[in-house]
């Protein structure tokens, strides 16, 4: 392959807040959060040239994988083995073409990204960051732990990624009786002996506050060698930018911009949107839509990131008010001064918001447009899809759905939304939508039967670490 002149050097690592050791791929690959606080970004963002992306037309999608992602990682990991954990990866995804694209409208597409072990588009990034993880750690003759928190989708695919691999042992945390049948039943079932779930009596915010604690005890931390698999690792990301291209590509990129319409939560996926655009593709617009959790959605109309509280809605995976990723944005938007992005989150913390300064959000409003899109409007998009296709949508993918058809700017450029979970995890409000309630597919079909195996533990941060110290096998083991 083709590299342009900038990445031939070797691509480093850099922290949001300015404060924490330039690293190589692999060592953000396992510190996840970097110790300032902040999170990992390339130094500079490699670039393909138009030709560069023309070539990549007729490319499986493993084959446009690697080309996309070789130069993030260098010379880290062999490229042959690379290609090898790429195609493993994306080889248990049910549809061949792993990321397909349907033709909704007139130049308006759905990216089916819910063909994955978890019917979910977090699959994408988790099934390469699990065998990303294994391989590192055993070359390094080392183990980890991974512990997360889940209000869902996450957890399931995290655990999916890591059960049986070696090097790994797993504990995710949920919030007891507060996550769907179906969510749990994917957590649950998985019997893995690395693999551990805990029930925390207590709300989806005192377990993501229990790992947050366990992250910011250093001592606790290196004694496990605690490492995440949550949206800010950039290995998600960079898994996420690959299809990006692909869609792109397959709609007339480099001579076509295309605009995205992205369900949005914690900002990874949409992220991954910009990061494609960082490296050459011609985006045009990128649509960040959000539910009635719309701290996104006003922060680009009004350059104005305040919290509000959060309120449940039939797209959970998507009920947040503070976006984990929203800070590697900002760290561009202030052309990446760390010492500003720590003084802005400082006042998040304190007063619950800040502001940026009109010229830089009126930058940003040429590529990004933000919208909430509310509960009826949802179901009703959910309900003419259905009408107008014959295929029912999620209401995650609703959500984009709906954004993209008020507040696409271009006519002329294709509009792909991001379809980023299948109508079986939601199944409530498809049925409410249309009338008939979706099936789990072929490879779910028994989840209902099968044994379930989870801890359950009160709200005490005491108790949990307790937990995961006799179940890490990292504390019998070296140094
Ligand atoms: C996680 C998730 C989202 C939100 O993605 P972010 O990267 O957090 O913005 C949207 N839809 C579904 C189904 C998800 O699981």
């Excluded at 919290?307 to 995976?317: I, L, N, Q």
């Excluded at 509009?415 to 490879?443: I, N, Q």
Aim: proline letters at 5%.
């Amino acid at each position: 392959m083709t590299i342009s002149n900038e990445t031939e050097q070797i691509l480093r690592y850099i922290s949001t807040r300015g404060d924490a050791p330039a690293l190589g791929f692999e060592d953000v690959l396992l510190t996840g959060l970097a110790r300032d606080g902040g999170l990992y970004l390339p130094e500079t963002w490699p670039t393909f040239s138009a030709t560069e992306i023309s070539a990549m037309a007729g490319l499986s999608y493993p084959e446009l994988a690697l080309r996309v992602m070789t130069p993030f990682v260098g010379d880290e990991i062999p490229e042959a083995e690379f290609a090898a954990l790429i195609n493993e990866a994306y080889s248990v995804f049910d549809h061949k073409a792993v990321a397909p694209l349907r033709q909704l409208d007139h130049d308006e597409w759905l990216m089916e990204l819910f063909h994955g072990p978890t019917l979910a588009f977090k699959d994408f990034a988790l099934q390469l960051l699990g065998r990303l993880l294994d391989r590192t750690l055993t070359n390094r003759g080392a183990r980890a732990t991974i512990v997360g928190a889940t209000s869902g989708d996450t957890g399931s695919a995290a655990i999916e990624a890591c059960r049986d691999r070696d090097a790994i042992d797993i504990f995710i945390l949920h919030p007891k009786g507060r996550v769907s049948e179906v969510q749990r039943r994917q957590m649950t079932t998985v019997m893995s002996a690395n693999v551990h779930n805990i029930a925390i009596e207590g709300t989806f915010d005192d377990c993501q506050a229990m790992v947050k604690a366990m992250f910011n005890n250093h001592e606790f931390r290196d004694e496990i060698k605690l490492s995440a698999v949550n949206s800010i690792n950039w290995a998600r990301v960079m898994a996420q930018i690959v299809y990006y291209f692909h869609a792109a590509v397959a709609l007339g990129s480099p001579h076509r911009e295309v605009t995205f319409s992205v369900p949005t939560g914690n900002f990874g996926d949409v992220f991954a949107g910009y990061c494609a655009r960082q490296m050459g593709l011609p985006i045009d617009q990128l649509i960040v839509a959000t539910n009635r959790n719309d701290i996104l959605a006003r922060f680009f109309q009004t350059g104005s990131y305040a919290k509000g509280t959060v309120s449940p809605t039939m797209s959970p995976s998507m009920d947040i008010q503070v976006s984990s990723n929203f800070e590697r944005l900002l760290f561009d938007m202030e052309d990446r001064d760390g010492a500003r992005i720590r003084a802005l989150m400082g006042a998040l913390d304190q007063s619950g918001e800040f502001d940026i300064d009109a010229d830089r959000l009126a930058e940003s409003q040429k590529l990004f447009t933000g919208l909430a899109i509310d509960e009826e409007e949802t179901l009703e998009v959910i309900r003419q899809i259905t009408e107008t296709t014959g295929v029912a949508i999620d209401p995650h993918s609703a959500i984009g759905v709906a954004a993209a058809r008020r507040v696409r700017r271009n006519p002329a450029s294709p509009l792909v939304s991001l379809a980023t979970a299948h109508t079986a995890k939601f199944p409530d409000a498809v049925e409410k939508a249309t009338g008939v309630r979706p099936e789990l597919p072929a490879r779910l079909a028994d989840l209902m039967d099968r044994p379930e195996r989870y801890d359950v533990l009160p709200n005490d941060l005491g108790a949990v670490m307790a937990k995961v110290r006799e179940h890490a096998k990292t504390t019998s083991q070296e140094n």
